[in-house]
């Protein structure tokens, strides 16, 4: 009986090991044992009021939420790209910029700094949309009918992208100073949480549902698998890749939202710098292969909240903004070691003989 009991350590463990959050909660509990041990502090949370008189919480967990959240929506879009289209887009960054930038013009008009919205946020705000989406089928376009390999196709994008949202205001700096904007980047009247993170559980719920009422997922992964086999079953592999562009658009679009309404402006050159990065990390965090086919959107979510996680984590340790890239190339490292076959079947094959030796 005891021979069978040990016996089902070893499984339990490679069973374990095989999930695909494994690698996401390894590194939360990872990360909950670092903090926990050099700064307990870390995990305070106080309830305090801002200039206006409204409840807010502070503490380095709600800046984890708070700006998780731009990244878990971000995640959303580049997993169904990297699922389809076997490969990333670089250009998101950009595009948030492009997305904002468009936002601001249809709220403030030919003025930069107008004492009133020249247009209600909510129409604004859609035309965005179909703008970012345009230039999320425009990246498609290119991957899907040219066969251009994603990274390159939209590296023309990140190129080009923030000089193209420049152009949108003329090159000017507009400011928009109605009160009621500032809600999507900050906090409701009375809500203590920041609105982004409800933003992102709306997002989730609905790409969740999306996902589990539509074909969007088997589509998606029938072409990333092998699109051969996808057109042959009657799908258009191109139509697809450009949908999970165009998915990745709308995404993008809300994050630009967010991003010009925090601080009621924009910064051409700084505004979401390097989280196409984050974003494409996220994916890999949660176990998704980076080489298109099946995915787990919930395990994306999770790795997006993770790699703010770090980001937190270091800038609480006093780590400077240029030496974050080094400390997540290092994580990068280690997904890309873990997820390899060779590891995989080594950790498979000594699950196997620690079973036989504890049944022996």
Do not use: H
Request: proline letters at 4%; one cysteine or more.
């Amino acid at each position: 009986m005891q021979n069978n009991k040990n016996a089902g350590v070893p499984a339990f463990l490679g069973k374990l090991v095989r999930q695909q959050f494994f690698i996401p909660l390894t590194a939360l509990v990872l990360l909950t044992l670092f903090n926990l041990i050099g700064d307990p502090t870390f995990f305070k949370i106080t309830l305090g009021a801002n200039s206006a008189g409204n409840p807010v919480l502070s503490g380095p967990l709600i800046s984890i939420l708070d700006n998780g959240s731009e990244l878990a929506i971000l995640a959303i879009g580049m997993t169904l790209v990297t699922a389809s289209a076997r490969g990333q887009d670089i250009s998101v960054g950009a595009a948030v910029a492009i997305s904002g930038s468009m936002l601001l013009r249809m709220l403030c008009g030919t003025n930069s700094r107008p004492d009133t919205l020249q247009m209600p946020i909510i129409a604004a705000f859609l035309i965005a949309c179909v703008v970012s989406m345009l230039f999320g089928a425009f990246n498609g376009i290119l991957v899907a009918f040219f066969k251009i390999q994603p990274m390159i196709a939209t590296l023309i994008l990140y190129t080009a992208g923030r000089s193209i949202a420049a152009w949108f205001n003329n090159n000017e700096l507009p400011i928009v100073k109605d009160e009621t904007f500032a809600i999507f980047g900050g906090l409701i009247p009375g809500i203590p949480i920041p609105t982004p993170f409800f933003i992102a559980v709306l997002c989730v719920i609905i790409i969740m549902l999306v996902l589990k009422f539509t074909n969007l997922r088997l589509y998606t992964q029938a072409v990333g698998t092998n699109e051969n086999s996808a057109r042959l079953n009657g799908l258009n592999p191109a139509v697809i890749k450009v949908m999970s562009f165009v998915i990745l658009g709308l995404c993008v679009a809300v994050v630009g939202l967010i991003k010009v309404s925090r601080v009621s402006s924009i910064n051409y050159s700084v505004v979401a710098k390097d989280i196409e990065m984050d974003a494409i990390l996220a994916v890999a965090l949660g176990g998704n292969s980076l080489g298109g086919g099946k995915f787990n959107m919930g395990a994306s979510i999770m790795g997006a909240y993770v790699i703010q996680y770090l980001t937190t984590t270091l800038y609480r340790y006093q780590v400077s903004s240029d030496a974050l890239p080094a400390y997540k190339a290092v994580v990068v490292i280690a997904l890309v070691v873990m997820s390899a076959p060779a590891v995989r079947e080594y950790f498979s094959t000594l699950t196997k003989k620690l079973k036989v030796k504890e049944v022996a």
